[in-house]
């Protein structure tokens, strides 16, 4: 009962300032329909709970499976099955976070079907698979992380300029989709797994990150890939929003069937994956055991209450308001929402507490979590705003930002030490989780359906590769600030 209390008040704090933000423009220049506030409330709630319950069963049975997994995989000493199991573990994590499993719904639901959510799941966590199969082979052959990165987003560049616009946004979105709550804490603990059968100790520390942002890759990789083969897709540029239901349960039942039918899909592999491996592996003891297939129960039910909450009372209001906003065209507000809605969400991403505190365990200390924290939110609060600008000023495109943010990245991993260029490419992909891509991406997405110059595929996307981006700068510049510091202590 203690770990239910202390996650419920974790995400009741991680909740409030978004509801405060809501029910502020809700007062002044956005008022809503009551039954769409209540169901927002509703939604709200569920997320909390239901974040609780899964947070609880990712603690008691994803991030030890990870752990367990790794360490097993490393004992074999077989490079085929190293790289089976990469692959194995890569497309049914991918599958089955939630983040992502929202995207895919999101596109299916702004192209009209023509791009299909299954689609966009297999193509995503196939990609991601391969890609941690290659970030098992990194650790294994003592590869530079930097390299790596370099030569994965060089080829990314050159698949993105023969990439339409639409591909491009939706690629960079679903590789941050795709690292969240249950993706981040599993391949941390892999990754962890397999380093620390390392002798050299340092080698260990620098190998404990990395694999997230490599896995990242991955997904940006596969959807490219999509757009080559579907470049005479026709989709829509529209949202495509009915009138609120005025009937206050109605969206929930309607969700229900499909709430549950996602939680399946996504969970039951991993949990027939655990119970295999305690087959032929880890034969753990009966309260181990236990304690792991109650934690994959948390995990089911919390998966099933977020889906619930976020699909029927949640993304509803974010889009509201985008949409109300621009259609007034309050264009200084929409930047300054945009802003502190980035800036507190950040601070609320479960995966987000996931890393920070894995990053002041594994540097015993050395990187502070709330040193992270800063630069971390304060550079998601400009990424939300910058995607309020793509809407406003035409001829904006996405690429614009990116190709100097990625060449700066880049650049910056010569000069950082190579610990934070893990760090933060890492925390690129750990800041865009669920919230970031529920309410967030239905907030950027109502504001483009809304503003005349705008793009619903085009700007309305693009937004979570943004918040991507900002801590893999932030994080190397505080890398900088460090080797300064160090450097000026003597040390």
Known sequence: MSLLFSKLKENIFAMIPIIVIVFLLHLTVVPLPMEVLIRFVIGALFIIIGLSLFLIGVDLAITPLGSLTGEQITKTHKLWFVLLAGLVLGFFISVAEPGLLVFANQVEFV????????????????????LVALGFLRIIFNIPLFKILLVLYIIIGIMAMFSSPT????????????????????LLALSVGISRLKRNSKASEKDSFGLVAIASAGAIMSLLALGFFTRNLTLSDTLGLDEPITDLWLPFVLELPVSISDTLVALSPILGIFLLMQLMGFKLKRRPLFRMIKGFIYAMLGLFIFLLGVNAGFMEVGQLLGETLASKNLKWLMVIAGFFIGLFTIIAEPAVSVLT????????????????????????????????????????????????????????????????????FDAGGVATGPL??????????????????????IDGFGMIALVALAPIITLQILGLVYKIRTRKAGI
């Open 111 to 130: 192209t009209e079907g023509a791009l299909q959510s299954h689609v966009i799941l297999i193509m995503v966590s196939i990609g991601l698979a391969i």
């Open 167 to 186: 591909f491009l946004a939706i690629a960079f979105d679903a590789s941050g989709a795709t690292t969240g709550v249950l993706a981040v804490p599993f």
């Open 357 to 424: 505190h894995q990053i002041e365990d594994i540097t015993a200390g050395y990187v502070k979590r709330r040193l992270v924290l800063i630069p971390l939110s304060i550079g998601v609060g400009f990424a939300i705003s910058i995607s309020m600008l793509r809407i406003i000023i035409p001829g904006l495109e996405l690429w614009h930002i990116l190709l100097p943010g990625y060449l700066l990245s880049l650049a910056m991993m010569f000069i950082v030490p190579k610990l934070f260029v893990g760090i933060a």
């Open 436 to 457: 970031t891509a529920t309410f967030t991406l239905a907030f950027v997405q109502g504001a483009a359906n809304a503003y005349d110059s705008a793009s619903v595929v």
